[in-house]
């Protein structure tokens, strides 16, 4: 897996889109080629052509890119994927029609573009199943071994056959043992024959539920002398899911591992550029504030604005602003969370949440300091104080300003439950540990897919 802004992706991904850039901006340079001949240079050097192919190969990939065409995990079925192709490709033509039809010299020639599409439609499926094919042979997988037999090794194999593009094969684990000793034999002999395999093991994942005289280290030692990639399973999770795993989760492990750094100079330019968007956001929302503000006046009795009290940096309180969604007097007979389909939201607080437009206000929060532009959603107290006796580590979330978004929210969603919370901090967890500059930026970046796609609302 290649490690980018601290978020770990397969090297089959990265292959894939690099490829798949490739394709569409040649597809569209053997268009050009067709249609102009000898002028193809001249066209391309003076009149932008270069600078159209370019933007018409990013929207493509873009596009790609919110069609989750990168997430295999995101689509149940393969002719899913051709299906979210021609869809892809059905709307840039319909964009690129009503471009040239309004805008002539945004045109590189006349055909260029549709013969360019149609070259982008057949390279791209024949590419995919050719990807698919080719990922597919044993020599482009990694063959891997789980070192255990209870439920943590029954997950991490479940987990590596839902990431397929991770391209990892489990090739085995271990029988369950009743007795402790019988265990260590057993776990012992499994490694050693590992050695002696016809067909290459390249990395062991140690999902033992109890290592403490279990753990086969001299064998498990020499495999890794040898050049098999040892792993613990949580490690090998978190780079798989992008989370923390809460399970058997000690302080010794956050004290030991990489991450959990609050530079202040990365703190600095975390800042800097949650004002910079922040102001930028708010100036771009200012020609339809009027327009919110009458809908929300319209949709019934009450205040425009609505503050409640959250947690923020160092479990110190503040006030949060939003446009209100709900009626007067929603929560009555106390706090609670938000459901799917609430009766206390109104029609037009429906449609705010579904577009995040209730969120704006937070930007003031934001450039008054309470609160970041990513970072840990900020909870209420009411609900704190009940969620950091109930899950071990949530009192870490507070360890950074809180955010409008983040990463729990573009990879989870809303948590109305203890279950849920507790997976929300699992994400929670992982973005406080790899925070960077460059993690925040892409968790701007998606978080305009999952507003676009109207996920996690409630």
């Known amino acids: 897996m290649i490690k980018l802004l601290n978020v770990y992706y397969p090297t089959r991904t990265i292959v894939l889109l690099i490829c798949e850039v490739l394709l569409v901006g040649g597809s569209f340079l053997l268009a050009s080629a067709l249609v102009l001949g000898p002028r193809t240079l001249l066209v391309l050097g003076q009149d932008h052509g270069g600078l159209k192919i370019t933007l018409l190969t990013v929207s493509t990939i873009l596009g790609a890119h919110y069609f989750d065409l990168y997430e295999p995990q995101q689509v149940s079925e393969r002719w899913e994927i051709y299906l979210r192709l021609m869809v892809i490709i059905g709307c840039l033509a319909i964009l690129l029609a009503l471009i040239v039809y309004i805008f002539p010299q945004a045109a590189i020639a006349n055909f260029v573009f549709l013969l360019g599409l149609i070259f982008v439609v057949a390279s791209l499926i024949a590419w995919r199943k050719a990807f698919e094919w080719i990922s597919g042979r044993p020599v482009f997988q990694e063959r891997v071994?789980?070192?255990?037999?209870?439920?943590?090794?029954?997950?991490?194999?479940?987990?590596?056959?839902?990431?397929?593009?991770?391209g990892m094969v489990v090739v085995g684990n271990d029988a369950p043992v009743a007795d402790k000793a019988e265990r260590k034999k057993a776990f012992r002999e499994a490694v050693r024959q590992l050695a002696s395999r016809r067909e290459r093991i390249h990395r062991i994942v140690i999902a033992?539920?109890?290592?403490?005289?279990?753990?086969?280290?001299?064998?498990?030692?020499?495999?890794?002398?040898?050049?098999?990639?040892?792993?613990?399973?949580?490690?090998?999770?978190?780079?798989?899911?992008?989370?923390?795993?809460l399970d058997g989760l000690r302080p010794s492990d956050l004290l030991f591992?990489?991450?959990?750094?609050?530079?202040?100079?990365?703190?600095?330019?975390?800042?800097?550029?949650?004002?910079?968007?922040?102001?930028l956001v708010l100036l771009l929302f200012l020609p339809i504030f009027p327009l919110v503000v009458l809908l929300v006046r319209l949709s019934s009795p009450g205040p425009i604005f609505f503050r409640q009290e959250r947690v923020g940096l160092n479990g110190k309180v503040f006030k949060l602003s939003k446009f209100r969604t709900m009626v007067v007097n929603a929560e009555a007979d106390g706090a609670q969370w938000a459901q799917k389909n609430d009766p206390r939201v109104t029609r037009i607080g429906q449609f705010l949440r579904k577009t995040r437009l209730d969120e704006v206000p937070q930007l003031w929060n934001v450039l008054r300091g309470e609160m970041t532009f990513v970072g840990p959603r900020p909870e209420r107290p009411e609900f704190v104080s009940w969620l950091a006796k109930e899950l071990p580590f949530y009192d870490l979330r507070h360890m950074i300003h809180p955010g409008l978004t983040g990463w729990a929210q573009i990879r989870y969603g809303y948590g109305a439950t203890l279950?849920?919370?507790?997976?929300?901090?699992?994400?929670?967890?992982?973005?406080?540990?790899?925070?960077?500059?460059?993690?925040?930026?892409?968790?701007?970046?998606?978080?305009?897919?999952?507003?676009?796609?109207?996920?996690?609302?409630?």
């Open 257 to 279: 591992c990489e991450g959990f750094r609050m530079r202040p100079s990365q703190q600095i330019l975390r800042r800097a550029a949650s004002m910079l968007v922040s102001a």
């Open 208 to 245: 033992l539920d109890d290592r403490r005289g279990e753990l086969p280290v001299d064998e498990l030692l020499a495999m890794r002398l040898s050049g098999v990639t040892i792993q613990d399973a949580s490690d090998l999770m978190e780079r798989l899911k992008g989370k923390m795993q």
């Open 145 to 166: 071994y789980v070192l255990g037999a209870g439920e943590r090794a029954h997950e991490i194999i479940r987990t590596i056959e839902a990431h397929r593009e991770s």
């Open 419 to 458: 279950e849920q919370s507790r997976e929300k901090l699992a994400y929670d967890l992982y973005y406080v540990k790899h925070q960077t500059l460059g993690l925040d930026l892409l968790i701007m970046f998606d978080t305009i897919k999952t507003v676009i796609r109207r996920r996690g609302a409630q």
